[in-house]
């Protein structure tokens, strides 16, 4: 008899004959399986239909933004032979940086669900900083370079601290920066209004230095995918230690083989091709900054606490999260960065000027972590997206620079590729939502 099957008559029948009754045993309930060890174990037929199963529950991920690359690529190389020769690809790589940087700043802003209108003045006040110091005053080139970045942090500091400490919103703080720094950027470049980049400075090193040795390429390429590697076993190692869902070595090495060979075909190109110019330092600067801001954003309490605050700000309060401090940080990173991207911007204009960072820099820096894949609602997103979406914007306008065409045309297909990427995002979150998964 189940546990189920006893009754109040048991109870009378044991009173009454003063012997037990015995219960046959519950059954064990079943454990609960992970369906991410049941796809696993399908093979590859698991992994197609998990796949399916994210697209119809509108779980993209970055899956629009490659088809788009893929795609951008085949169509101007149908047009033009020259989009992905080695001076094409160089071009995409340097021009990709300094925005690209920036990019990544406006990631973890928009990971909270907030947005920084301010990160093209900073930009050039961060510029400015660096040429008056280093040219005007003649301070060291690294040191200023560095107060330069710095004071990117500090102006960051201070938005995140009016929009978390007093309250105002971020648009509106951002906005009044945007604003502000551009007058003290004017202010700091004087009458002159623009200071050119010293040859050989480091500023100027930033987007003209090449690797000329193509061990540099092959290496770097080298080390990604060796780091990857490792990085993916240890995990898998230390997930299967602690009895969590784990990667097996076949799916490590399938995907470390895919990098490895995007790592060394993009070597190839960046080397062996008639006019390659070798591995340039803008490149290898914009994946130092990506590897760490994702390292920080997936692997740190920080980085969970940001996805945490921008998901939900009072349910992370109510969980010990310091959101004040989250914002103002996250704020902080962003400034810090503009000004970084500046002097890349200042490297390839030949110097700071008193318009450095306007037009359309901020959008694009918007834009670049949209297109990517980054939600602009908070708590979605990645850190390479920065890279992919400049990637998009930077092969869109090299393509279009390769067949004649003006600024306008350029600013109209990037602003349809913009509109896309909001519209995917919006109907996506929608798609998860009625799945139940948002």
């Not at 064990?28 to 399908?42: G, I, S």
């Not at 090495?253 to 060979?261: D, E, I, Y």
């Not at 204009?349 to 670049?368: D, E, F, H, Y």
């Amino acid at each position: 008899m189940s546990d189920l099957a006893k009754t109040p008559d048991t109870d009378k029948v044991q009173a009454a004959t003063g012997t037990a009754v015995d219960a046959e045993p519950s059954a064990t309930p079943a454990a609960a399986v992970d369906p991410r060890l049941l796809v696993r174990e399908q093979g590859f037929a698991g992994y197609w239909s998990e796949f399916v199963r994210k697209i119809r529950g509108g779980e993209l991920g970055s899956l629009p933004v490659v088809v788009g690359l893929i795609v951008i690529a085949l169509v101007f190389q149908l047009q033009n032979d020259k989009f992905l020769s080695a001076s094409s690809l160089a071009n995409i790589a340097v021009f990709t940086s300094g925005v690209g940087i920036m990019s990544v700043g406006i990631v973890f802003v928009l990971l909270l669900g907030e947005i920084d209108l301010s990160v093209g003045s900073v930009a050039g006040v961060g510029a400015a900083v660096w040429a008056v110091l280093s040219v005007t005053h003649g301070w060291g080139d690294w040191l200023s370079v560095f107060v330069a970045i710095a004071s990117g942090l500090v102006i960051g500091a201070l938005h995140g601290f009016f929009f978390a400490k007093i309250g105002v919103p971020a648009f509106v703080v951002t906005l009044a920066g945007f604003l502000g720094w551009s007058g003290l950027q004017i202010w700091l470049m004087g009458k002159e209004g623009s200071i050119n980049t010293p040859t050989g400075s480091v500023v100027e090193d930033l987007t003209t230095h090449f690797f000329a040795d193509k061990a540099a390429a092959y290496g770097l390429a080298l080390i990604a995918v060796l780091a990857y590697g490792a990085s993916q076993y240890l995990d898998a190692r230390r997930r299967k230690n602690a009895e969590l869902p784990s990667r097996p070595l076949s799916e490590i090495l399938l995907r470390t083989g895919l990098l490895a060979v995007l790592a060394f075909v993009a070597a190839y190109f960046l080397n062996e091709p008639e006019g390659a110019r070798g591995l340039p330092l803008a490149l290898v600067l914009f994946l130092a900054v990506l590897v760490v801001a994702d390292f920080v954003a997936r692997r740190t309490t920080f980085g969970r606490q940001v996805f945490a605050v921008g998901g939900n700000a009072e349910a992370a309060r109510r969980a010990g999260i310091n959101v004040d401090r989250v914002r103002i940080t996250v704020f902080a990173i962003s400034g810090m960065l503009a000004a970084f991207g500046g002097l890349f911007i200042a490297s390839l204009s030949g110097g700071a000027t008193k318009s450095l960072g306007a037009g359309n820099t901020l959008m694009m820096v918007i834009a670049a972590a949209v297109i990517g894949g980054t939600s602009l609602f908070g708590g979605r997103g990645k850190i390479w997206s920065a890279m992919l979406g400049m990637l998009v914007i930077q092969s869109i306008q090299q393509g279009l620079n390769l067949e004649g065409m003006p600024n306008e045309i350029q600013y109209m297909i990037t602003g349809a590729v913009l509109l896309a990427a909001v519209v995917i995002d919006s109907v996506s979150r929608k798609t998860q939502k009625s799945a139940g998964r948002a």
